[in-house]
């Protein structure tokens, strides 16, 4: 993967940045079709890694670090991006590599992964267009669509059995508390949770951030959930996600904000 530091032609990116902005569009419509596996945009390919791997800390409500999903604020600081998943990886950078020791998510930052990101600022750190959305006509196709996305994104916490680690990731496989109560599996998705929740009779308390995921992505992933692992086979659809993003979050506890009454929880 060393080609990519080769590749990375520092002085030719800045000369263009000048005029970079005028021309984003056109290098995303005209070059996106042949370059798709060569150059990655941030909707695509670099969101996603985010996502799995940064977003419980770099996260739209932590107050002290960047938010990662907000193309903006990655695009601003993608230098240092670099330089702390690559460089100080590499041990060619003073500061901490990036993600932090702490985080198991961190071991499932690939080399492919820091290498992607890597090419992606050398590139400019294009936006590029959302990928479109994956609407299944058939609920295998859903369970397909929404594997892939368990394998981007979930797979990272709660790992790609399902199973998650213990008192850190909560497991997917066979999970009494998704299982008892699909409202509350599909606002865990859409809102992220925290705080204290029992699965299996076993303790968590640590916290999954919510994801900027579409109705169509978060019905996919969880219907493959669903259909995974030793769960009860159910399907979710878009039109479920999409009513669920009014109402307020199911609570998974005693914590619960006062409020209307939660759908029926099993768990107290
Ligand atoms: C377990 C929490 C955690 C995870 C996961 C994590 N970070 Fe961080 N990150 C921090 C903290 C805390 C800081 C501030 C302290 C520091 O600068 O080292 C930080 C700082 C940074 C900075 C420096 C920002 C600046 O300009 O000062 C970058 C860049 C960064 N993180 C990138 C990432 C990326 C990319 C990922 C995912 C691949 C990631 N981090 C995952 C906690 C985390
Ligand atoms: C950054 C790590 C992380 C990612 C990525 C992540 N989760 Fe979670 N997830 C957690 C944590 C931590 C909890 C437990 C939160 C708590 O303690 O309140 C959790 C809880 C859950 C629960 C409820 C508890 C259970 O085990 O049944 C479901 C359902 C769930 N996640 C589904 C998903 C799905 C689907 C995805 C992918 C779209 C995903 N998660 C991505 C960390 C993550």
Same mark, same amino acid.
């Given at each position: 993967?060393?080609?990519?530091?080769?590749? #990375?032609?520092? @002085?030719?990116?800045?000369?263009?940045?000048?005029?970079? %902005?005028?021309?984003?569009?056109?290098?995303?419509?005209?070059?996106?079709?042949?370059?798709?596996?060569?150059?990655?945009?941030?909707?695509?390919?670099?969101?996603?890694?985010?996502?799995? #791997?940064?977003?419980?800390?770099? *996260?739209?409500?932590?107050?002290?670090?960047?938010?990662?999903? +907000?193309?903006?604020?990655?695009?601003?600081?993608?230098?240092?991006?670099?330089?702390?998943?690559? +460089?100080?990886?590499?041990? %060619?950078?003073?500061?901490?590599?990036?993600?932090? =020791? #702490?985080?198991?998510?961190?071991? =499932?930052?690939?080399?492919?992964?820091?290498?992607?990101?890597?090419?992606?600022?050398? *590139?400019?750190?294009?936006?590029?267009?959302?990928?479109?959305?994956?609407?299944?006509?058939?609920?295998?196709?859903?369970?397909?669509? $929404?594997?892939?996305?368990?394998?981007?994104?979930?797979?990272?916490?709660?790992?790609?059995?399902?199973?998650?680690?213990? *008192?850190?990731?909560?497991?997917?496989?066979?999970?009494?508390?998704? #299982?008892? +109560?699909?409202?509350?599996?599909?606002?865990?998705?859409?809102? $992220?949770?925290?705080?204290?929740?029992?699965?299996?009779?076993?303790?968590? *308390?640590?916290?999954?951030?919510?994801?900027?995921?579409?109705?169509?992505?978060?019905?996919?992933?969880?219907?493959?959930?669903?259909?995974?692992? @030793?769960?009860?086979?159910?399907?979710?659809?878009?039109?479920?996600?999409?009513?669920?993003?009014?109402?307020?979050?199911?609570?998974?506890?005693?914590?619960?904000?006062?409020?209307?009454?939660?759908?029926?929880?099993?768990?107290?």
């Amino acid at each position: 993967m060393h080609i990519f530091q080769f590749l #990375n032609q520092r @002085g030719r990116v800045q000369l263009l940045w000048p005029w970079a %902005t005028a021309v984003i569009g056109c290098l995303v419509f005209t070059e996106a079709p042949a370059q798709t596996n060569q150059t990655p945009t941030y909707l695509r390919d670099i969101q996603p890694i985010f996502m799995g #791997n940064c977003s419980r800390c770099h *996260n739209q409500q932590s107050r002290f670090v960047y938010d990662w999903l +907000d193309y903006k604020t990655a695009y601003t600081d993608r230098w240092e991006i670099r330089r702390r998943i690559w +460089d100080s990886w590499k041990g %060619t950078y003073y500061k901490e590599a990036m993600p932090v =020791a #702490n985080s198991p998510e961190s071991l =499932a930052l690939s080399e492919e992964e820091r290498a992607t990101i890597v090419k992606w600022v050398d *590139n400019g750190g294009l936006r590029g267009v959302p990928p479109p959305p994956g609407v299944a006509k058939s609920k295998t196709e859903r369970i397909d669509m $929404g594997k892939r996305l368990f394998t981007s994104v979930c797979a990272a916490c709660h790992q790609p059995t399902g199973r998650g680690l213990p *008192n850190v990731f909560p497991p997917l496989a066979g999970s009494d508390f998704l #299982n008892a +109560d699909k409202n509350r599996a599909i606002q865990t998705v859409i809102f $992220g949770r925290q705080g204290e929740v029992v699965v299996n009779g076993l303790k968590f *308390n640590n916290s999954m951030p919510s994801f900027p995921l579409a109705d169509e992505d978060i019905a996919n992933v969880l219907t493959f959930v669903y259909n995974s692992f @030793g769960n009860s086979g159910l399907e979710v659809t878009p039109a479920e996600v999409k009513a669920l993003r009014s109402q307020p979050p199911v609570s998974a506890g005693s914590s619960a904000p006062s409020g209307p009454p939660a759908a029926k929880s099993t768990f107290e």
